[in-house]
């Protein structure tokens, strides 16, 4: 594969984009994705980003049966992740992290923090999290050069990765890490490993065992209470730090792992017309975030002083974690 990071120039946004409500989102490489109504289409140019068709071990992306020097790593994350993540103890979390009084820091003394992290739920990468970030934002800004805050939003869309490290409490992998789902409603066959989901105590829980459960249908997202993880702990830090990024910008980072919503549709019953706008822009969004992860090296410095313009633009100097 061939991810281009050259800076882009100004104002070559591409003219023939368009967001279409469709069936199927259709990526680049013919790989398809059943979304559903408001998937994304993207026309492609040339110039565009193309999608790889294997990871950084050599195999398909995100296929959690292939037999690599991952697979047993990741398995074993994902059964303690469905047994431990419980609608108690995403609710103990938030309490907790919302607080916000472990630390004072900037955005980009953040991501140097994440040059200490490797995300053992990642079955395509064994990458330290900036190389990730900054393939995923200069990728991004080539294909959206007018999108400011979208670059941005990937350059912090797994900052939260930081709960892993000691200073954070050194959460264990499998409430940091992994895809998301939601706790309270029925766990949907949809979520990767779903078989560990027979010894999480939730599911035994007659209120919780429906598919609804506790919600009610267009409910919005935001009143669904999401398994505990980096996703809504940079949501929170984020949202609680005043940014500016527009709520396009939040949503991604608080749904950018809610793999069994934007890849298989589960969960859709409880969206609100807000939620439907933004999971057009969360989709764009999926597409870089999964398949910039390769072996490609960002010269950091290089980009350096463009994304400390957008964090200055979006975000105080310092911010409360």
Not at 73 to 87: C, D, G, K, P
Not at 134 to 146: F, N
């Amino acid at each position: 594969m061939t991810i281009l990071i050259d800076q882009p120039v100004i104002g070559s946004h591409l003219e023939n984009k368009k967001v279409d409500e469709i069936n199927e989102l259709v990526l680049d490489g013919g790989f398809v994705v059943p979304n559903g109504e408001n998937a994304v289409s993207e026309l492609v140019s040339n110039n565009e980003f193309v999608a790889p068709e294997i990871n950084s071990f050599g195999h398909s992306f995100r296929d959690y049966d292939a037999e690599n020097e991952r697979q047993k790593t990741v398995e074993e994350f994902y059964r303690l992740n469905h047994i431990n993540q419980t609608y108690d103890f995403v609710k103990k979390m938030r309490e907790e992290y919302g607080k916000l009084n472990r630390v004072e820091m900037s955005i980009w003394e953040c991501c140097e923090l994440l040059n200490e992290v490797v995300d053992d739920s990642d079955p395509d990468l064994d990458e330290p999290q900036i190389e990730h970030l900054l393939q995923t934002a200069e990728a991004i800004r080539k294909d959206y050069p007018d999108e400011d805050w979208l670059h941005l939003t990937a350059l912090i869309h797994d900052l939260g990765k930081v709960l892993l490290l000691p200073v954070f409490g050194e959460l264990p992998q499998w409430a940091v890490v992994g895809d998301t789902h939601p706790l309270g409603c029925a766990f949907d066959e949809s979520i990767v490993h779903h078989k560990y989901f027979k010894e999480n105590p939730d599911t035994y829980n007659h209120e919780f065992n429906s598919k609804n459960g506790i919600y009610s249908e267009g409910c919005g997202l935001d009143n669904v209470m999401i398994s505990w993880g980096h996703d809504d702990y940079m949501y929170l830090v984020a949202k609680e730090n005043g940014t500016t990024l527009p709520q396009a910008g939040l949503f991604i980072v608080r749904y950018h792992s809610f793999y069994p919503l934007h890849r298989c549709g589960a969960y859709k019953q409880f969206m609100n017309k807000e939620d439907k706008e933004n999971l057009k822009w969360l989709h764009i969004f999926n597409k870089y975030d999964l398949y910039s992860k390769s072996k490609v090296r960002v010269d950091v410095e290089k980009v350096k002083p463009y994304y400390l313009s957008l964090i200055e633009k979006y975000f105080p100097a310092k911010l409360r974690w």
